[in-house]
Structures are given as C-alpha cells and as structure tokens.
T-cell receptor, first 113, second 110 residues
Framework: AQSVTQLDSHVSVSEGTPVLLRCNYS??????LFWYVQHPNKGLQLLLK??????LVKGINGFEAEFKKSETSFHLTKPSAHMSDAAEYFC???????????FGAGTRLTVKP | NAGVTQTPKFQVLKTGQSMTLQCAQD?????MYWYRQDPGMGLRLIYY???????DKGEVPNGYNVSRLNKREFSLRLESAAPSQTSVYFC?????????FGPGTRLLVL
C-alpha cells in the first residue's frame, strides 16, 4: 500500500523568505505525485504534479517540487513567500492503475508580514 | 466551464436522518470520486466510479452509498446519519492520474 508523510504539520515563514514544505512517500510502484493547495473554506487546487517525466516540476504561483527517488521525497519549495500563499498544502501519491490515491495529513503554511 | 460543482454547500442533520450530496462535472471525465476531510487526517476516499455504471469502495465506505447517475453526475447518500459523519465532503473528477476537486459540502450531524 502507498502512504505519504508530511513532515511538518505547521510551517511559519516571513513574507519574502523561502518556503520549504516536506513530503516523503512510500510506494511499491512508480508513483505519480502531486501537491494541492487549499485556501480556507475552499476546495483543493492542483499546484503541480510529477508523472515520471522531469524530476524538477514547476507549478503555479512560483512553486516547484523535486522528485528524489533515492530519498523517496517530493518537497515543495518557493523562493519568496507571499501573504496569499497562506493555506493548507497536501502532498498526494497516486497509483492510477489501481485507483489508489493517498493524501498526506497536510501542512498549514502561515506567512507573517 | 464550471468544473466540479457540489450541492449543498452546508447542511445540518439530526442523527438518523438521511440526505444525498450531489456532484456534477462538465469536463467529460470518466472517473469521479467522493472524499471526506477530517482535521489532521487529510482526505480519505469513500467511493469512486471509474466509469459510468461502475462504483467501487474506497478506504472508508461504511455508512455511505453512491450512484453514478450518468457521466456527469455522482451522488453520495447517507441513509442514517451519525455524528461520526460530521465532516467536509469533497467530490472530484479525474483524467488519468490528475483529479480536480469541487468546493466541498460541510455536513454537521447533531
């Protein structure tokens, strides 16, 4: 079975400083990996996805993530945080062939002025 | 192009009452999903439908039923609501490995 561990339940950064949200995964297959963002009282929006192409994936709003198979990690980064980045972020591992999609518990990002 | 829509946005039920959550998508996706979101637990899959006319259980199906009415619509029914079903429910539709989510339904069972 697949699983995802988001290593921090809460990350707080100052506006203009880098963001790092950490995600480790476990999968028996060649997984697809995703980051979704959820703003308060909203649905989930796809930030970026890795599906076995380039290991460095660029997403929307300046976010990117790097797939590291040797470390089973898929950390999300952004060079400079903006106040509008404050939200909950979910790392997801997917085995599409078996309709198995597993979510991490989420990381709440706070951005201080 | 509305994407994935869900109704209602918010609902309060008494224990034992029934209700149906509605979901529709206009992206011509074959696959549709129902999740529940609870604090500190991410999203958990309740049921999914890989194509019109088929449904399968996910991780937490007990207490729920689903109907894939047509390619666009996928409903979730609670026959006898329990306080443990208080949650936020998300519908999603998918194209291969990527899923797109609706805005959610907040359900409170008293």
């Amino acid at each position: 079975a697949q699983s995802v561990t988001q290593l921090d339940s809460h990350v707080s950064v100052s506006e203009g400083t880098p963001v790092l949200l950490r995600c480790n995964y476990s999968s028996s297959y060649s997984p697809s990996l995703f980051w979704y963002v959820q703003h308060p009282n909203k649905g989930l929006q796809l930030l970026l996805k890795y599906t076995s192409a380039a290991t460095l994936v660029k997403g929307i709003n300046g976010f990117e993530a790097e797939f590291k198979k040797s470390e089973t990690s898929f950390h999300l980064t952004k060079p400079s945080a903006h106040m509008s980045d404050a939200a909950e972020y979910f790392c997801v591992v997917s085995d599409y062939q078996n309709n198995d999609m597993r979510f991490g518990a989420g990381t709440r990002l706070t951005v201080k002025p | 192009n509305a994407g994935v829509t869900q109704t209602p946005k918010f609902q309060v039920l008494k224990t034992g009452q029934s209700m149906t959550l509605q979901c529709a998508q206009d992206m011509n996706h074959n696959s549709m999903y129902w999740y529940r979101q609870d604090p500190g637990m991410g999203l958990r899959l309740i049921y999914y439908s890989a194509s019109e006319g088929t449904t399968d259980k996910g991780e937490v199906p007990n207490g729920y039923n689903v109907s894939r009415l047509n390619k666009r619509e996928f409903s979730l029914r609670l026959e006898s609501a329990a306080p443990s079903q208080t949650s936020v429910y998300f519908c999603a539709s998918g194209q291969r490995e990527t899923q797109y989510f609706g805005p959610g339904t907040r359900l409170l069972v008293l």
